[in-house]
């Protein structure tokens, strides 16, 4: 069976700080990946996507950055954090385009 | 502007009636797919609809899908507590899946 673990759970940083949160899928290969935001209340916002290694597409900008450096491992990223980054973050897999989503648990990211 | 909303932010049944959640899109899709989110956890998925499928059923939950008027729903018979949740729709197009703003269902007993 499939498994999809997140880190940390939670997080409190500061502005200004840097910031890494990680994702790894355990029993598929060649997942596709994909990072999402959500405030308090609010919709899921796809940030990137990744469908092979090496290779992540953006959808929105919000002064982060995502990396996929193993098949099974997704990283989002910042060196600056900004209040605003604060929120809900969910990281998700799917077999291939097209099919539903497969989300982690989550991480409760809160800037100060 | 945003490509999938559902039409209610929120609704309230008692516990055995039947609800229906709506939804309005403006692009073109390869699926539609329902989420439900329960607090404090990650989006499950309910129900994925395809372009060229009109409707589906998952035990109580059934989703329709009408491409004409770039609208869905999902309708849930036998409501029970347990299925108070925030309800999203999403569009997926090659990759980009974009979540509406979501519905609150509160079921009480």
């Known amino acids: 069976a499939q498994t999809i673990h997140q880190w940390p759970v939670a997080e409190i940083k500061a502005v200004g700080s840097p910031l890494s949160l990680g994702c790894t899928i355990k029993?598929?290969?060649?997942?596709?990946l994909y990072w999402y935001w959500q405030a308090t209340g609010g919709t899921l916002q796809q940030l990137f996507y990744s469908i092979t290694v090496g290779q992540v597409e953006s959808v929105v900008q919000l002064n982060l950055s995502a990396s996929r450096p193993k098949d099974d491992q997704f990283i989002l990223s910042t060196e600056k954090l900004l209040l605003s980054h604060s929120g809900f973050y969910l990281c998700a897999w799917s077999p291939h385009s097209n099919e539903r989503l497969f989300f982690g648990h989550g991480t409760k990211l809160s800037v100060l | 502007s945003q490509l999938a909303e559902e039409n209610s932010w929120a609704l309230s049944v008692h516990e055995g009636e039947s609800v229906t959640v709506n939804c309005s899109y403006k692009t073109s899709i390869t699926a539609l797919q329902w989420y439900r989110q329960k607090s404090g956890k990650g989006p499950a998925q309910l129900i994925l609809?395809?372009?060229?499928?009109r409707e589906k059923r998952n035990g109580r939950l059934r989703a329709t899908l009408d491409t004409s008027s770039q609208s869905s729903s999902l309708s849930i018979t036998a409501t029970r507590c347990e299925d108070t949740a925030v309800y999203f729709c999403a569009t997926d197009s090659n990759n980009r899946i974009f979540f509406g703003d979501g519905t609150q269902l509160v079921v009480k007993p």
């Open positions: 609809i395809r372009s060229n499928e």
């Open positions: 029993g598929k290969s060649s997942p596709n």
